[in-house]
């Protein structure tokens, strides 16, 4: 296997599933030693999205008969990093076609962002349609980025929050926010960081955050975007 000598730990790999007949390229990480971690139904399993996980398997099946390209990028985490990333969502099965795809993962554990390189092609052409290619695409950035994997930055979530509680006003959010105690359940939200009581909270269904003040009174809400930059504000 001459051909693994030019991949290198932490590449992405795309193999082109064209010669297959589909319509895209198959994605991974290759982690080393001939593996490559992707998300796909595992080999011999029926190929449908319920069945589709996050696994190691060999870079033979993987490849599956098609021609691999390796796809480098300028700039994102080290080649170690890359691997530790995909490691740590092993046996994730959360497989969506469109928002979390096996594309989105490798991209993610590259970069760090959520999103498909395959699928930006596609809301390229979408935008030129003019205003309701423009809908279309706000419309499914918003439901990719409440795909994404829970905010990793923790220092930053740490600072933020406690910029926040050490302020007598803070800034209004970027969209109407009615200012209401609410049921801090841990049924349908997790608790992704809490600093002097104020909370970053994360549904379990919609996937979108929310901050809490030590009273229960919501700030603000949204897309894990929209509370990245709310907590820039607040820090710049």
């Known amino acids: 296997m001459n051909e693994l000598k030019k991949i ?3 590449d992405i790999l795309w193999a082109d599933r064209r010669s297959k007949g589909l319509p895209f390229d198959h994605c991974g990480i290759y ?4 593996n490559v971690i992707h998300y796909a139904a595992p080999d011999g399993i029926e190929i449908k999205q319920k069945n589709a996980i996050i696994h190691r398997t060999t870079y033979e099946i993987f490849k599956d008969g098609c021609k691999v390209k390796i796809y480098r990028l300028s700039k994102g985490y080290s080649p170690e990093e890359t691997v530790q990333r995909a490691r740590s969502r092993l046996n994730e099965k959360d497989y969506n076609f469109t928002l979390n795809n096996c594309d989105h993962f490798a991209t993610w554990c590259k970069t760090g962002e959520h999103l498909s390189l395959q699928v930006n092609q596609i809301k390229k052409i979408m935008s030129s349609f003019g205003v309701f290619g423009d809908i279309f695409v706000s419309i499914y950035e ?4 409440n795909m994404a994997p829970n905010m990793e930055n923790v220092e930053f979530i740490r600072n933020g929050l406690n910029a926040l509680s050490e ?8 969209h109407l926010n009615i200012k209401i105690q609410v049921i801090d359940g841990e049924v349908f939200w997790k608790n992704i960081e809490i600093v002097n009581g104020w909370k970053l909270q994360r549904n379990n269904i919609s996937k979108h955050y929310r901050i809490l003040n030590p009273h229960k009174i919501r700030i603000v809400y949204g897309s894990r975007k929209k509370i990245e930059e709310y ?3 607040i820090l710049s």
């Not at 982690?31 to 001939?34: A, L, R, V, W």
Request: a negative charge; hydrophobic letters at 20%.
């Open 31 to 34: 982690e080393g030693n001939g």
């Open 167 to 174: 302020l007598k006003k803070y800034p209004e959010p970027p």
């Open 142 to 145: 918003a439901m990719e980025d």
């Open 231 to 233: 907590l820039n504000d």
């Open 8 to 10: 290198e730990k932490g």
